[in-house]
């Protein structure tokens, strides 16, 4: 796996620099995604709660109703850089995947996406939506048959075939050039949001809170990112550990 790897993280650094890769992502997030999507205030909300003024930066309004697209795309951008004709990935719930699935369709380029058996089962409608979108599936059925052995597995195809597969983890997870493409591909979140906040304000307001849903923490990490040196509180609220685990929270790819 090390040599991939730093491959990766060497074409990474001269793509993230490249002009005219640079404008491929943009036109694609411009004009596919539909960014920069709404900043708008929850009126009945803050109404309802008496406090604070409750506003939602909605990713959901992004193409493919997630914001997921966008590392997918990022990740396609480089797959055809590097004259790679297969994009392999993982998905839990099949937000990640379907994003796969559409950015891989949008490039001309093949999807495969490792899901795990539970996760496929219970997500059958964006299961059949990466399928309609000529992805290919491979269902895990090995440990959990959760999210963390679909990427365990994609990991594991990968290495086989890196020669001529590119890996898209679409978590903030696995060795670090991944976290790092997902930082910078998600991003654009935050950069949208810190313009939109100053707009409407005419500033970064005090007592401002980033209030984010972690799981895998792609989209948590796009939100705070332009905004960490910013004065405000960065809450994440992520669901507990199991039971048996009581302490063992902060751990979705875990347990």
């Given at each position: 796996l090390?040599?991939?790897?730093?491959?990766l993280?060497k074409?990474?650094e001269?793509?993230?620099y490249d002009?005219?890769?640079?404008k491929?992502?943009?036109d694609?997030?411009?004009?596919?995604?539909?960014t920069?999507?709404?900043?708008?205030k929850?009126?009945?909300?803050?109404d309802?709660?008496g406090?604070?003024?409750?506003?939602a930066k909605?990713?959901a309004?992004a193409n493919s109703?997630?914001?997921?697209?966008?590392?997918?795309l990022l990740?396609?951008?480089?797959?055809?850089?590097t004259?790679?004709?297969?994009?392999v990935g993982?998905?839990?719930?099949?937000?990640?995947?379907?994003?796969l699935?559409?950015?891989a369709?949008?490039?001309g380029l093949k999807?495969?996406?490792?899901?795990?058996?539970?996760?496929?089962?219970?997500q059958a409608?964006?299961s059949m939506r990466?399928?309609?979108?000529?992805?290919?599936?491979?269902?895990?059925?090995s440990?959990?048959?959760q999210?963390?052995?679909?990427v365990?597995?994609?990991?594991?195809?990968?290495?086989a075939?890196?020669d001529k597969?590119?890996l898209?983890v679409g978590?903030?997870?696995g060795p670090s050039?991944?976290t790092?493409i997902?930082?910078?591909a998600?991003?654009?979140?935050?950069?949208?949001?810190k313009?939109q906040i100053?707009?409407?304000?005419?500033?970064?307001?005090?007592n401002l809170?980033?209030v984010a849903?972690?799981?895998?923490?792609s989209?948590?990490l796009?939100f705070?990112?332009h905004?960490i040196?910013s004065?405000c509180?960065l809450?994440?609220?992520?669901?507990?550990?199991?039971?048996?685990?009581?302490n063992k929270?902060a751990a979705?790819?875990?347990?």
């Amino acid at each position: 796996l090390k040599k991939p790897i730093d491959d990766l993280t060497k074409l990474f650094e001269k793509c993230r620099y490249d002009k005219s890769f640079i404008k491929q992502r943009d036109d694609l997030y411009k004009n596919y995604v539909g960014t920069p999507t709404r900043f708008i205030k929850l009126q009945n909300l803050t109404d309802h709660l008496g406090g604070a003024q409750i506003y939602a930066k909605h990713e959901a309004m992004a193409n493919s109703q997630s914001h997921k697209l966008n590392n997918a795309l990022l990740h396609c951008l480089i797959a055809k850089y590097t004259n790679k004709k297969v994009v392999v990935g993982d998905t839990g719930a099949g937000m990640a995947g379907s994003g796969l699935a559409m950015a891989a369709a949008a490039t001309g380029l093949k999807a495969i996406i490792f899901q795990g058996e539970k996760d496929y089962l219970r997500q059958a409608p964006n299961s059949m939506r990466m399928r309609l979108l000529g992805a290919e599936i491979h269902v895990v059925k090995s440990g959990s048959r959760q999210l963390v052995d679909a990427v365990s597995e994609s990991i594991r195809y990968f290495v086989a075939n890196c020669d001529k597969v590119h890996l898209a983890v679409g978590s903030s997870v696995g060795p670090s050039i991944y976290t790092r493409i997902c930082a910078y591909a998600q991003s654009v979140i935050s950069k949208e949001l810190k313009k939109q906040i100053q707009d409407e304000f005419g500033r970064i307001p005090k007592n401002l809170s980033l209030v984010a849903a972690v799981g895998g923490g792609s989209s948590s990490l796009g939100f705070w990112m332009h905004m960490i040196d910013s004065g405000c509180r960065l809450i994440g609220c992520e669901a507990g550990g199991p039971k048996k685990f009581k302490n063992k929270h902060a751990a979705p790819l875990t347990y």
